[in-house]
């Protein structure tokens, strides 16, 4: 639970963090749009691994973006997998012929049973995972004695494997740029920065400086929220709670006793936290000086420069090809 | 020996895997029965997390603890087959903040919430939930109210009474007076004492309060950045020189007997842990 990094401010010192975080925002928006329109190949790969450069020569460690990452691993997999067996456009790249036969279909369930016997011993589960999922295949595509039910072909699409990949990158990069944005960016400036950047919306009549507020105040208390959550299941662990184990009832107990407390802590926060606000004067809408007061540097032009750049290379490069 | 700590260390995790040492080689034993520990030190001191090692909530990083008679370590955690919920029946932990663990639609469901995790038949723990709002000093119209209604200190006799319903033999209680005011705050001291009196249990209170310290306990624990600098009575505690440098008051009933010694000129022999102590010790160097 405490490896989620996502909207944790980690300090260090690197061009990164002395970036201003207008620039850091804009940039990032423009390097996603970039990263959606991305068609070929090998420009994924390319944005992947500038992507990565820029956490190197960030000094932020990659292990820790990885960890970061290693949560969403599921949701990442499980696009990667729908798109492979749904999309079915374009040319078939792989077929395997398969075979339900008493025996195969016997065998399969013995091995799925396996699995589940034996996942919690394991490691690498999500590589333990696909391992099983291929045998399966194998199992199918092998076996092809027995009493024969039906035959079938498990096919792979050209459109559905490079859609697969598409999605899987994209997500990726825009998984690792905003990490590196809230990593580098103390919430402060992550609202100010906003709050300027959005300001342009003030003409029709949207209060930027209000939005900003409620975004910084959301990302703040993520990482606050998950420490009360990983308290609330101890306290409950030492009333019987066991969170590893249970049966699908239990599971729903466990749940309620989590979210309840997690429920009304969250509204007393926000309570104490308005209560707070307001006891130092913070009327919104209303001006406010500030602490620091950004500045633009020649650092700012250049990233902003290089990420306008790379996004009329692609916008361009979709046109011509 | 109950609760058995064998140079135990623990480190807390950064996210970059830089460690930060909450509890460093600590060696401990607890009894089963007879006891009451009082556990003191300053803030971030590691007083909460060594009381976490105590119902294994926490898995030492370093060292053994051996809880009736299970045995918790890090090479032993990924055994599937230890089971850490019957240690959690035997060591009763009550938290700091009852917000974290309130959560059913009454208090008398709540109160039942622990009992029921253990086995406890949903009759047997109503009766519990009714033994035990008493014991907290609070009525038994209580238990039909909503948890979320009831002020701080209500909240937290209500939290002390779930775990106290769980029948644990040893109790543990982080911080269980604080909040509280200072009637309430004695009325449930004696309760604790009660428990440990009359059912003979081990209770270890974590405190600021260096009067119940003195007041109450046989023995106290004090810490020190993640060490257990002092292991003994708390009579001998306060005499010694360094307990300065632990950042302890001294306990009022101390303050007064040294300020009267100094005063009259007199010198008081013996131990002097209450205020009718105090008193008669008084009269009898006067005499």
């Known amino acids: 639970m405490k490896n989620i990094v996502i909207g944790r401010y980690v300090p260090g010192n690197s061009f990164l963090y002395s970036m201003d975080p207008r620039t850091k925002l804009i940039a990032l928006i423009v390097l996603m749009v ?61 077929v395997l012929p398969l075979h339900y036969t008493a025996l195969s279909i016997f065998a399969a369930v013995a091995v799925a049973v396996f699995w589940f016997a034996t996942k919690k011993r394991v490691r690498f589960k999500l590589l333990y995972f696909l391992i099983t999922v291929v045998a399966i295949f194998a199992v199918f595509h092998f076996i092809d004695f027995g009493f024969l039910f039906a035959r079938g072909t ?133 001006p406010r000086t500030r602490l620091h007061v950004l500045t633009w540097k020649r650092l700012d032009t250049v990233a902003m420069v290089v990420s306008f750049l790379a996004l009329t290379f692609v916008i361009v490069s979709r046109v011509v090809l | 020996m109950a609760i058995k700590f064998e140079r135990v260390g623990y480190e807390y995790q950064d996210i970059d895997g830089k460690g930060y040492l909450a509890l460093a080689d600590i060696t401990l034993n607890i009894n089963k029965t007879g006891e009451f520990i009082t556990l003191i030190g300053e803030t971030g001191s590691g007083k909460s997390t060594l009381a976490q090692h105590m119902n294994a909530l926490l898995t030492p990083t370093e060292g053994r603890v051996h809880i009736f008679g299970v045995k918790i370590s890090r090479e032993g955690k990924k055994d599937k087959n230890l089971k ?107 309760v604790f004492y ?26 106290v624990l004090v810490m020190r950045e993640g060490n257990l600098v002092y292991d003994g009575a708390p009579t001998q505690l306060f005499s010694r020189k360094n307990v300065k440098n632990w950042n302890l008051d001294v306990p009022d009933i101390l303050k007064v007997r040294r300020a009267i010694e100094e005063k009259l000129g007199i010198t008081i022999e013996g131990e002097t842990r209450n205020k009718a102590d105090l008193m008669a010790k008084i009269g009898e160097a006067l005499r």
């Open chain 1, 34 to 94: 970039a990263a959606f329109l991305i068609q070929s190949f090998a420009h994924m790969l390319v944005a992947l691994l500038l992507v990565t450069s820029l956490l190197i020569f960030g000094k932020i460690s990659v292990k820790r973006v990885y960890l970061g990452l290693r949560p969403l691993m599921f949701l990442l997999f499980f696009t990667f997998i729908f798109q492979i067996l749904f999309n079915q456009e374009g040319d078939e790249i792989f």
């Open chain 1, 154 to 286: 498990f096919r792979v699409f050209e459109e559905g494997l490079s859609t697969a990949f598409f999605i899987m990158v994209r997500l990726i990069i825009i998984i690792m740029l905003s990490t590196i944005l809230t990593i580098t960016t103390k919430p402060t400036d992550l609202n100010l920065g906003l709050e300027r950047v959005l300001k342009p919306l003030g003409i029709v009549r949207i209060n930027t400086e209000e939005i900003a507020m409620i975004i910084s105040i959301a990302l703040r208390y993520i990482p606050t929220l998950l420490d009360e959550a990983n308290k609330i299941m101890l306290a409950q662990a030492s009333r019987g709670v066991d969170f590893q184990e249970g049966k699908l009832k239990d599971k729903v107990v466990q749940i309620i006793s989590l979210l309840v407390p997690m429920f009304i802590i969250s509204f007393q926060r926000s309570d104490d936290l308005a209560n707070a606000m307001e006891a130092r004067s913070f009327v919104p809408g209303q």
């Open chain 2, 84 to 190: 850490l919920n019957p240690i959690r029946q035997k060591v009763g932990l009550v938290f700091q903040f009852p917000e974290y663990q309130l959560f059913e639609e009454t208090v008398g469901n709540d109160i039942a919430f622990g009992p029921k995790n253990f086995g406890v038949s949903e009759k047997e723990a109503e009766e519990r939930a009714k033994k035990m709002i008493n014991i907290v000093g609070l009525d038994e119209s209580y238990l039909s109210r909503s948890p979320f209604n009831l002020s701080g200190g209500e909240k937290k006799r209500v939290s002390i009474a779930g775990i106290l319903a769980m029948e644990p033999d040893i109790l543990v209680l982080d911080e269980p007076t604080s909040g509280l005011d200072p009637l309430g705050r004695n009325a449930l001291l004696k």
């Open chain 2, 194 to 219: 009660e428990i440990h009196q009359k059912l003979d249990k081990t209770v270890v209170i974590i405190t600021h309060d260096m009067n119940t310290v003195y007041e109450y306990a046989k023995r």
